[in-house]
């Protein structure tokens, strides 16, 4: 722990270590964290974030930044603490802005984007009496889930609805302070942008004004995958839940991917946090990779090893201060994304699957409730054409006889004895497109033949006039041709198939394994209730499968052992009993993920 001047500062802090110190048994994951977000993208991701409440002072502004970062600084719990309102709208009681600005935003193209915002709110206003006792000056406390957004170049907010992650009001261990975290999708907001660049303002998120034990901390911060053909391939996942640190570390398990085989292997990691104090010390985050035993403490340039959640928001190996108010000391709300220094491969090795962090703490305590994970691997769609000609290759040597499986072979056979020749033609089945299609996913080892008697005028016609072949060399090659023959049938007039390839094996315990063709998803269970009840009626076999990590559940129409009799199932539009969008869902198959 650092040492303070001695006088009324040391007593204070004297006071709130001690605090600290009786909250110190026990860590409480209070909402287990999720994966909200998972996909292998060429492009990366991003974060822009600001705070929602700072302090007011004599003849200081809330919108005034907050830039004392000494060994002496105040924290959140010294000073009263009221809204930032930067708009000059009526209709908003607070708002902040920061601004997003890729590089060659020309070539980048938004795939996803979350919106998290978070906040210690007890009631509405609070203070701290002459007793040193927390009492409430206005008791109310209104829903959390409802915000303003502004975006770029944009004057009018549009309501943002989110899904309640967290709220300590009721639960023991954060009553005191009644922190809560809430999750937007905005993704398709974001996508409507020509640019998405420019500033984004987040208004009428709740914090608690004054003073409540703990402190009044809040702000919001916005996560952003994007695509970009120029740059490398990246497995991202993010999780997001609710959990307190003090004295027990909790860990927080990222799977699914495989690093790069050989070379360096880059990551990076972003996350928010909730009452990570500037000048309280001991918060930790250690990173493992693989089995490892060993985890390695995670430190920054602006980010200490003995002090990683600093009131502080930081984008790679800056302070984020293209944001209004730019704030360096955010009091209490904690938003970073920076690279994993891993140098000679130290912290993540090659060939790693799995990485784990850990969130420690000896001194200050602090929320988390989102956290995200990038690594550099392979490109899996060229990973599985490779391995598909590999197998092609040793295919070919082994077979005796060369066969093109899409032509119409004819085999004359000689006979020692004979002076008469016997013709006989072996065929073989010209695949469809889909079964092409399905042969490259799931290369079968035998090749059917058939014997069919024709005659030699047969044979010269099939000679003459071959029928169109089509091979296919890799899965890109299959669905531009899926996407070719969505568009023709589209033009006829029926319903346009969205094209459909594996996706990432999701694991959920005791549910049998399989490839569910899913017809939709729900978070509330009465809803996928009334949704499998009316596809019954339409006499579809509609079950409901519930995924616990997620908390949401799918109902399906079907459930085959095999990708190829999934993906029939699938184009035949559930053997033309349903014209609504599907997807397969591959569950405990074992196969990892694809794309």
């Not at 208004?203 to 402190?215: P, Y």
């Not at 003459?464 to 023959?485: F, G, H, L, Q």
């Not at 699938?570 to 198959?589: C, R």
């Amino acid at each position: 722990m650092k040492t303070f001047s001695i006088g009324i500062q040391s007593l204070f802090y004297l006071l709130l270590i001690s605090f600290c110190s009786s909250v110190n048994s026990y860590s409480q994951l209070a909402v287990p964290f999720k994966v909200r977000y998972q996909s292998y993208v060429k492009g990366d991701m991003m974060v822009i974030s600001n705070t929602i409440v700072n302090r007011k002072e004599n003849r200081t502004s809330t919108s005034e930044p907050y830039n004392d970062i000494t060994e002496i600084a105040k924290l959140n719990d010294q000073f009263e603490m009221n809204y930032i309102d930067i708009d000059n709208d009526q209709s908003t009681f607070s708002s902040s802005s920061a601004a997003l600005n890729l590089s060659n935003v020309a070539s980048k193209k938004i795939k996803y984007a979350g919106l998290y915002w978070s906040a210690t709110y007890k009631y509405d206003s609070g203070v701290r009496d002459k007793n040193w006792s927390y009492v409430a000056v206005d008791k109310n406390r209104a829903s959390v889930n409802e915000i303003k957004l502004k975006l770029p170049n944009q004057n009018e907010y549009i309501t943002i609805t989110g899904e309640l992650i967290f709220d300590g009001l009721s639960v023991k261990n954060f009553k005191e302070s009644a922190p809560y975290a809430v999750y937007a999708d905005v993704t398709k907001e974001i996508q409507s942008l020509q640019n998405p660049n420019g500033e984004y303002t987040v208004a009428n998120i709740r914090a608690t004004q004054g003073i409540i034990s703990g402190g009044v901390a809040g702000g919001w911060t916005l996560f952003l995958v994007y695509e970009d053909e120029t740059e490398t391939g990246k497995f991202i996942t993010s999780f997001d839940g609710f959990v307190g640190i003090t004295a027990r570390p909790v860990e927080i398990l990222y799977t699914g991917f495989s690093t790069l085989p050989e070379g360096r292997v880059n990551a990076k990691l972003a996350g928010s946090v909730l009452e990570g104090d500037r000048n309280l010390v001991g918060d930790q985050l250690e990173i493992k990779s693989g089995d490892s035993k060993n985890y390695t403490l995670l430190s920054h340039s602006l980010k200490p090893i003995d002090n990683f959640f600093n009131s502080t928001i930081v984008v790679n190996d800056s302070y984020f201060e293209n944001r209004n108010p730019n704030s360096i000391n955010t009091l209490g709300y904690d938003t970073f994304l920076i690279p994993i220094d891993n140098e000679n491969n130290a912290v993540i090795q090659n060939n790693t699957s799995k990485v784990s962090l850990k969130l420690k703490s000896s001194g200050d305590r602090y929320s988390m409730f989102f956290s995200a994970f990038n690594v550099e691997v392979k490109d899996p769609v060229k990973e599985i054409e490779s391995n598909l000609l590999a197998s092609k290759e040793i295919k070919e040597v082994q077979k005796p006889i060369a066969i093109n499986p899409d032509l119409v072979v004819t085999e004359k056979e000689k006979t020692d004895n004979s002076e008469s020749k016997e013709a006989e033609n072996i065929t073989s089945e010209k695949p469809t497109i889909l079964e092409q299609a399905i042969a490259e996913i799931e290369p079968k080892n035998d090749v059917k033949e058939k014997t069919v008697e024709t005659n030699e005028t047969q044979i010269e016609e099939e000679k003459v006039s071959p029928p169109p072949t089509r091979t296919y060399y890799s899965i890109r090659d299959m669905i531009k041709e899926s996407e070719k023959m969505n568009a023709e049938i589209g033009e006829n007039g029926n319903k346009k198939r969205i094209t459909v390839i594996p996706g990432a094996d999701v694991l959920i315990p005791q549910q049998p394994k399989g490839y569910y063709v899913v017809a939709n998803v729900f978070a509330k269970p009465n809803n996928a209730e009334r949704f499998e009840a009316k596809l019954k009626k339409k006499g579809l076999d509609a079950q409901t499968l519930y995924n616990p990590t997620t908390n949401l559940k799918s109902v399906y129409i079907g459930k085959f052992g095999s990708w190829s009799d999934a993906i029939k199932f699938y184009y035949s539009n559930a053997e033309g009993k349903y014209d609504g969008e599907l997807w397969i869902m591959l569950v405990n198959t074992s196969t990892g993920t694809i794309l």
